[in-house]
């Protein structure tokens, strides 16, 4: 039931989520759990009297958006078609553009009280095919946005070398958790129960506690970037 009690909020979602070839092992439950997360998400929406705008970009070596701010209650279970496992893992690309696009859709500072911006990103894999974001140009505009009022960019990564190109991005490591291979419906799961808990209570999304220590043993530290 909606509660019109609350003051309305605008809530910008960007859901990024990857299906390069090496999520073939786990790609129908990760699209089940993403199918489970949205629609219980627009559920809680409604009771918190929130407006939430749904963006959701898959990912391999390419880039294709399914949702570009769409009401959250028009989305509909995503497909095989839509959702399959293929290609190399185009990490930087795809976080990059979510980020941009929110920032180019934002256009400025916002007031936390009545809007906030939500970017998750998600992979199992490394960087090894972006075109448009090597290492200095994507921890840019990560370290330009990450901090804004209102913002909150998490990543969840099944692939050490993966989580650690991201950690070298200069990402928050309070917004990363790590998750082993086969853990990657676990990962896609955990994040967006955070979030819909946040959503249905009305928190602060952006004060919400992602996770609150975030370390590696010194040996895995080091990588190198593209």
Same mark, same amino acid.
């Given at each position: 039931?909606?509660? !019109?009690?609350?003051p309305? @909020?605008?809530?910008h979602y960007?859901?990024?989520?990857?299906?390069?070839?090496?999520?073939?092992?786990q790609?129908?439950?990760?699209?089940?759990?993403?199918?489970?997360?949205? =629609?219980? =998400?627009?559920?809680?929406?409604?009771?918190?009297?929130?407006?939430?705008r749904?963006?959701?970009?898959?990912?391999?070596?390419?880039?294709?958006? =399914?949702? !570009?701010?769409?009401?959250?209650?028009?989305?509909?279970?995503?497909?095989p078609?839509?959702?399959?496992?293929?290609?190399?893992?185009?990490l930087?690309?795809?976080?990059?553009?979510?980020?941009?696009?929110?920032?180019?859709?934002?256009?400025?500072?916002?007031?936390?009280? @009545?809007?906030e911006?939500?970017?998750?990103?998600?992979?199992?894999?490394?960087?090894?095919?972006?075109?448009?974001y090597?290492?200095?140009?994507?921890?840019?505009?990560?370290e330009?946005?990450?901090?804004?009022?209102?913002?909150?960019?998490?990543?969840?990564?099944?692939?050490?070398?993966?989580?650690?190109?991201?950690?070298?991005?200069?990402?928050?490591?309070?917004?990363?958790?790590?998750?082993?291979?086969?853990?990657?419906?676990?990962?896609?799961?955990?994040?967006?129960?955070?979030?819909?808990?946040?959503?249905?209570?009305? @928190? @602060?999304?952006?004060?919400?506690?992602?996770?609150?220590?975030?370390r =590696?043993?010194?040996?895995?530290?080091?990588?190198?970037?593209?």
């Open positions: 039931m909606e509660n !019109t009690q609350l309305p @909020k605008i809530l960007y859901l990024v989520a990857d299906r390069s070839g090496s999520m073939k092992d790609i129908d439950e990760v699209r089940d759990e993403i199918n489970r997360s949205l =629609l219980e =998400l627009s559920s809680s929406a409604k009771e918190s009297n929130t407006n939430i749904l963006h959701l970009l898959v990912f391999n070596n390419q880039l294709e958006w =399914l949702y !570009t701010g769409q009401n959250i209650e028009q989305f509909r279970p995503l497909t078609r839509q959702y399959s496992a293929g290609g190399n893992t185009a930087f690309d795809a976080a990059g553009q979510a980020i941009e696009w929110a920032a180019n859709a934002i256009d400025g500072p916002i007031d936390p009280e @009545k809007e911006v939500v970017i998750m990103v998600f992979s199992d894999g490394m960087e090894n095919s972006s075109r448009k090597d290492s200095q140009t994507f921890s840019r505009l990560v330009r946005h990450q901090n804004e009022p209102g913002w909150t960019i998490t990543f969840s990564g099944c692939d050490l070398q993966g989580v650690l190109q991201i950690r070298s991005s200069n990402w928050r490591t309070d917004r990363m958790i790590r998750y082993e291979m086969h853990e990657k419906q676990r990962a896609m799961q955990d994040g967006n129960e955070i979030l819909n808990e946040n959503v249905r209570y009305r @928190k @602060k999304l952006y004060q919400m506690v992602y996770k609150k220590d975030f =590696l043993p010194e040996d895995e530290k080091k990588i190198d970037t593209p």
